[in-house]
């Protein structure tokens, strides 16, 4: 009966931990220091729309594909998951390229991209339909998720299966092997997201934040939009979701590499709102003033982005094995399931080499 400590409560610590204790010769204990129902600049999760608009290209998609059916599955069949479809546009601005933060969403933009043949409903927009300055546009079904109720529902899923969850502040990795409900851990799974930069034992210094601030409203968008950049700055974004289940609706956002600022700044605030009724004027029916949006509050996040992407690895530290999992940037949910199956791997690796041992 193999004990596993998966550190982090996170969307990529719960989704690994759920994805472990269905394996009922597992038993998981789940350690953090943030949990849902937290909103804290140290915690990603609750911070994201969420919603599934795929940025990798063909060679790295493994992830993201892997993760679409059981997304979809979920806003078909399980409500209380807090999931549901919502028609995505993505507008592209050729020019937002020429930057290097635009290369990084490039495959989401393209009109011929991996993912037409994974999301429902792909099409390519005719030209004559699209608002001015917009080069090409794409549509196709995603979905978003209410954090708010996702998280605590992945939560109650673990501990269904058995997995029981502590809270506490790890100062080195191999301290969680003590932390198991059952005694000594054999596997440590470590989703500490921007914090894998900070923890003894990890201290990646690759992991840096990308700050999202964001406006959350209770008007209604009538569609996902997204836009490949703005013309108020390289890290200035527009974008639109509504979350499910009365979640409001995300207005963004900012993407500042480097940037450790947890309070939202009004004049960001501001150009925010100001773009999001530009370019979707369903929010406002039309008026176009923000003085008719409807604020719920002002938010940021800090997205764990990783230099060379995301760590998905086995590695002995002192006398225990870690699997990690961490540096998802700004992809972390759209990820999250394909990622866990690379972690739920990794950690059968690790025990059959125990095994011979
Ligand atoms: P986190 O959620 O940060 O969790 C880390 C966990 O580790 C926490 O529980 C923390 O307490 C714990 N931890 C860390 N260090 C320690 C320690 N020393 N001891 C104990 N516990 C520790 N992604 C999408 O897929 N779609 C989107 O639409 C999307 N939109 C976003 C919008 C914004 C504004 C932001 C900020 C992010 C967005 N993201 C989106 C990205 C997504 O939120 C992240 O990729 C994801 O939340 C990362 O999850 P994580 O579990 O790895 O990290």
Redesign the pocket.
């Known amino acids: 009966m193999p004990n596993i400590v998966v550190?982090?409560?996170?969307?990529?610590?719960l989704t690994s931990a759920l994805l472990l204790s269905q394996n009922p010769a597992y038993k998981v204990t789940i350690?953090?220091?943030?949990?849902p129902g937290d909103y804290d600049i140290?915690?990603?999760?609750p911070?994201?729309?969420?919603?599934y608009?795929p940025v990798s290209d063909e060679s790295n998609n493994r992830w993201e594909k892997g993760t679409w059916p059981e997304l979809q599955r979920l806003a078909k069949y399980v409500p209380e998951a807090g999931i549901h479809f919502q028609r995505a546009e993505a507008l592209c601005r050729e020019k937002d390229f020429k930057s290097a933060s635009g290369q990084g969403f490039k495959g989401l933009f393209s009109t011929n991209p991996w993912f037409k043949d994974v999301v429902p409903d792909f099409k390519v927009l005719p030209k004559e339909t699209l608002p001015e300055g917009i080069d090409s546009a794409t549509s196709f079904t995603s979905v978003c998720i209410n954090t708010a109720v996702y998280l605590p529902y992945l939560v109650s899923q673990c501990l269904k299966n058995g997995a029981t969850v502590h809270r506490?502040?790890?100062n080195h990795i191999s301290d969680a092997a003590d932390l198991h409900h059952l005694g000594k851990a054999d596997v440590i799974v470590n989703?500490?997201?921007?914090?894998a930069s900070k923890?003894g034992g990890v201290m990646d210094k690759e992991v840096i934040p990308v700050r999202?601030q964001?406006v959350v409203v209770r008007n209604d968008p009538g569609v996902m939009l997204t836009v490949s950049g703005s013309d108020d700055a390289e890290d200035e974004l527009i974008y639109t979701m509504k979350r499910a289940a009365g979640g409001g609706t995300i207005l963004?956002?900012t993407y500042m590499k480097g940037n450790w600022e947890a309070n939202p700044d009004p004049n960001q605030a501001i150009r925010i709102m100001k773009r999001a009724v530009a370019m979707c004027p369903a929010l406002t029916n039309g008026s176009g003033r923000i003085e008719d949006l409807s604020i719920i509050r002002h938010g940021v996040?800090?997205?764990?982005y990783r230099e060379s992407g995301v760590r998905i690895e086995k590695e002995k530290v002192g006398n225990t094995w870690v699997v990690h999992n961490?540096g998802?940037?700004?992809?972390?949910?759209?990820?999250s399931y394909g990622c866990s199956e690379g972690v739920v791997e990794l950690v059968k690796d690790v025990l059959a080499s125990k095994s011979k041992l």
Not at 7 to 13: D, E, M, N, R, Y
Not at 191 to 195: D, F, I, Q, R, V
């Open positions: 550190v982090g409560a996170g969307v990529s610590g350690v953090a220091k943030h949990m140290e915690y990603a999760s911070w994201a729309g969420a919603n608009l506490a502040i790890l989703c500490t997201g921007l914090l923890l999202g964001i963004g956002g996040g800090l997205r764990p961490y998802h940037g700004g992809w972390g949910y759209q990820a």
